[in-house]
């Protein structure tokens, strides 16, 4: 999912994926790239299946054996169980993003997009992942992972913030909402949903999930310029 990270900037230096920079940091890349980044998947699919079996509360030994890796190898692509975490953390948020993407494509409208791409991740609150621990665990290690790698969880985050951006630069450029700063308020807007897919992960639903969509689209639209009349439906 969306994090209260750095702020955007009008230009970032690329990064590359979370798998591509796990395997720079093994000596074996220099060999075969393809290759360690099919190996760092290997190692951070079965961090996802220990995660949705057990949460975090597993050991890196334990990670390993999951994996069927050498301990060595493992310390080739991850300095520790945190960083395969962040690596989760990042390809979770990918992942939905693309799903959001791919859908929205088939939306008429600049406007008609956003609404879809903010309402569907509050669509799903009180709902659960494989084991329950799928938003609470986004949830639990957002925070704590947030204090010890602000910059890096920023970037995994920031993938949510760039499906925003072209539709709200899109919206504005056809006078239908007038933001303040594109990049800016698809920041803003990316660290609401995060706060409201955050407390809706451990608190019972004060409405239903439809309900509360409609609520922060609303409040989203008002924010970005936009009028009630679109609130709802194709432009």
């Not at 290997?42 to 999951?66: H, M, N, S, Y």
């Not at 609470?136 to 995994?156: G, N």
């Not at 239908?176 to 608190?203: K, M, N």
């Amino acid at each position: 999912m969306p994090s209260r990270g750095r702020k955007p900037r009008d230009e970032e230096k690329p990064r590359g994926s979370w798998a591509e920079r796990a395997a720079d940091r093994s000596p074996a890349v220099r060999r075969s790239r393809t290759r360690g980044v099919e190996k760092a998947k290997q190692i951070v699919e079965a961090a996802r299946r220990l995660v949705a079996a057990k949460g975090t509360d597993f050991t890196t030994q334990q990670l390993v054996r999951e994996a069927g890796v050498a301990i060595q190898t493992f310390y080739n692509y991850f300095p520790s169980k945190d960083q395969v975490l962040l690596s989760l953390m990042e390809e979770l948020i990918n992942e939905s993003c693309a799903v959001l993407e791919r859908r929205g494509r088939e939306l008429p409208d600049p406007v008609s997009r956003l609404r879809y791409y903010i309402r569907a991740l509050i669509d799903t609150v009180g709902t659960e992942g494989a084991g329950g621990a799928h938003p609470r665990f986004v949830t639990t290690e957002h925070w704590r992972l947030h204090q010890l790698y602000p910059e890096e969880l920023s970037h995994a985050t920031r993938r949510y913030a760039e499906l925003l951006i072209p539709e709200i630069r899109a919206a504005a450029e056809r006078g239908l909402l007038r933001p303040v700063h594109e990049e800016y308020d698809a920041w803003l807007v990316t660290q609401l949903i995060i706060s409201v897919y955050h407390y809706y992960a451990y608190a019972p639903l004060d409405a239903p999930a439809e309900v509360l969509a409609d609520r922060v689209w609303a409040f989203c639209l008002a924010a970005l310029g936009g009028t009630p009349e679109l609130s709802e439906g194709p432009i």
